[in-house]
């Protein structure tokens, strides 16, 4: 994973940037522009569609970053868009599959690194199959998609986007039973 790209130089007058402690975090700051230059996580939703015991909706991703790796329906929203409606629309764009946003439970927020060089913020969402309509099929930004048993996709790891492996593994602690992932 690359390491997050930090700016060196400020997006306002291209001074380079120093570094200057603000309530107790060392934050980037301009000399130039006196002030600081504020580092924030982009939201983003992700869907957990499960059912059976073990067995989650993924899709293999079809575009960079982490082409051919296996995640999470997932995307960033829509600039005036909440995230349980981004969560609805990333569905159904990556698996149509449709979903009323009041079936979509919140499971919890998460901040992970991006492949590239960035910070999200992703709110993770489960829906049970049963509450989803529409047939299974790989949408726009996808190669592939379906259901798979964690434990079987663990067996070859990288092919994972191990960035949402908190978020099953969340999942579990919450009990909702679905997964049995313990790594
Ligand atoms: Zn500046």
């Known amino acids: 994973?690359?390491?997050?790209?930090?700016?060196?130089n400020c997006p306002y007058c291209g001074d380079e940037l120093g570094r200057r402690m603000h309530e107790g975090v060392?934050?980037?700051?301009?000399?130039?522009?006196?002030?600081?230059?504020?580092?924030?996580?982009?939201?983003?939703?992700a869907v957990i569609v499960y059912r059976e015991t073990d067995e989650v909706l993924l899709i293999k991703r079809g575009i960079e970053p982490g082409k051919g790796k296996?995640?999470?329906?997932?995307?960033?929203?829509?600039?005036?868009?909440?995230?349980?409606?981004?969560?609805?629309?990333e569905l159904e764009e990556e698996t149509n599959l449709e979903i009323?946003?009041?079936n979509l439970d919140?499971?919890?927020?998460?901040?992970?690194?991006?492949?590239t060089n960035q910070r999200l913020l992703a709110n993770i969402y489960s829906a049970h199959y049963s509450s989803v309509e529409g047939d299974l099929e790989p949408g726009s930004d996808a190669e592939d998609a379906g259901f798979y048993r964690l434990e079987e996709?663990?067996?070859?790891?990288?092919?994972l986007r191990t960035n949402f492996v908190p978020a099953l593994r969340r999942l579990e602690e919450i009990d909702l039973d679905v997964l049995s992932i313990n790594s």
Not at 28 to 33: Q, R
Not at 106 to 115: A, G, P
Not at 153 to 159: I, P, V, Y
């Open 70 to 89: 296996w995640s999470l329906p997932a995307g960033f929203l829509e600039v005036e868009e909440s995230a349980r409606d981004a969560a609805a629309r």
């Open 100 to 102: 009323d946003t009041q």
């Open 1 to 8: 994973m690359a390491p997050e790209m930090i700016p060196s």
């Open 153 to 159: 996709l663990r067996s070859s790891e990288q092919e």
């Open 26 to 45: 060392e934050r980037l700051y301009c000399e130039g522009c006196e002030r600081f230059i504020w580092r924030n996580p982009v939201p983003v939703s």
């Open 106 to 115: 919140y499971v919890h927020d998460m901040n992970i690194e991006r492949f």
